[in-house]
């Protein structure tokens, strides 16, 4: 499989910052951000917030795998 790393900007908290995900994240980052009918600016934000190490791209990678890893076990 292969995925191109895509840099975005986005508005965190009022400040403009560059994040570079592989497509797939982005998709899944914009899934989970309607599923909770957020904008993309405000779930970023929330990872933002509750990191307490690494970068931001880092984080998102984390959040969105806990995310589905949390959502597989809910349906089994």
Known sequence: ????????????????????????????????????????SELVGQIDGGRTHGNLSSSIRLFVLQHFRTKSTQDA
């Open 1 to 40: 499989m292969k995925s191109h790393v895509v840099k975005r900007s986005i508005v965190v908290e009022g400040h403009k910052t560059s994040v570079s995900l592989e497509d797939e994240f982005w998709n899944a980052l914009k899934e989970i951000a309607a599923e909770r009918r957020e904008t993309l």
